[in-house]
Each structure stands twice: as C-alpha cells, then as structure tokens.
C-alpha cells in the first residue's frame, strides 16, 4: 500500500457537488482505502484566466493500485463527469492529478509524479497542507508547510478562498 494525494479541481456545472461527489467515488474505488479529504476552497484560475474560479480539494489515502492503474482510475473519473480536453489550463467538469504517490518519483510519458507544478500552486498546497501538512517532496526536500511558505503572496498572485460547506 502506498500513500497517495491527489488534487481535485472543478469550475463547470455544479463544481462543489462534483468535488464532493469526487470523495464519496474514491471511497468506493476497489484498490483504495482510508480516504481523508480537506475543505472546499474556490481559487482564481492561474494559467488562463478568461474562466470561472475553481472548486479545488485534496484527497490523501492508501491505495494498493501502482501508479499507471491509478492514473486510469483517475482519467475514468474525469470522463464520468464528461472531461473534455480542448485548451490547456481550460475550464473543465473535473480535473484529477496525482500529485504525490508515497516517496516515489514517477517519470513516464504521461505522467509525472510527484505532480510537477504542485510546489508552485496554492490550489494545490493549502488543502494538502490541511490534509497531510509533513509530507516532504521527494525531489525538493521540503514538506507542504515549507513549500506553501515559499509561494509569494501577492495581490495580483492566485487567491484561494476556504468554502463553508
């Protein structure tokens, strides 16, 4: 069993129920177990901005799935919410990406693991921060506090808003 994180994002349709809908799947994927999700938050969008604002969360559980398996556990979820790929960065029904999978380093054609950009994402490292807040990047040598702490906090930087649900 490894411990694993992913991040989950949304921001077409009903993007909180979806998020939330997201969690109860995951308990129900054979392979995984001990789910602990965080909150809700609503993010900016970063990349390309002619969009709605996100829906982003993190689920954190052990799963017995290798890496490849669970990419495809993770592309299954995106089609059953009708994922459609057109611009990148774009707006989307539900976007799920590994971002870390135990202390491992994963580097195939489609997929990279630990997620390369997650260092850099609010969206990413504040819910994973409430979840597991010492897990330590395998290449970088630091953990999501000390990452999160590294991120500048700008006005016109991403902006992250928890959501009372």
């Not at 965080?38 to 017995?64: H, I």
């Not at 054609?109 to 979840?131: C, K, Q, S, T, Y």
């Amino acid at each position: 069993m490894e411990k694993t994180a992913l991040g989950i994002g949304s921001n077409l349709g009903d993007s909180i129920r979806t998020c939330l809908r997201v969690f109860e799947l995951l308990r129900e994927l054979p392979g995984i177990t001990n789910v602990r999700t965080s909150s809700l938050y609503r993010t900016k969008p970063v990349g390309f901005d002619a969009q709605d604002w996100f829906t982003n969360a993190v689920a954190v559980f052990e799963t017995e799935l290798d890496p490849s398996a669970l990419l495809d556990s993770a592309l299954g979820l995106e089609r059953a919410f009708g994922r459609i790929r057109t611009v990148k960065w774009g707006p989307r029904t539900l976007d799920v990406d590994i971002l870390f999978y135990g202390k491992r380093q994963v580097h195939l054609p489609n997929l990279e693991i630990p997620h390369p950009l997650l260092h850099e994402r609010l969206f990413v490292l504040v819910p994973l921060a409430e979840v597991e807040p010492g897990w330590v990047h395998p290449m970088l040598g630091l953990n999501v506090l000390e990452m999160l702490d590294r991120i500048p906090r700008s006005a016109d930087s991403q902006e992250i808003r928890k959501l009372d649900i």
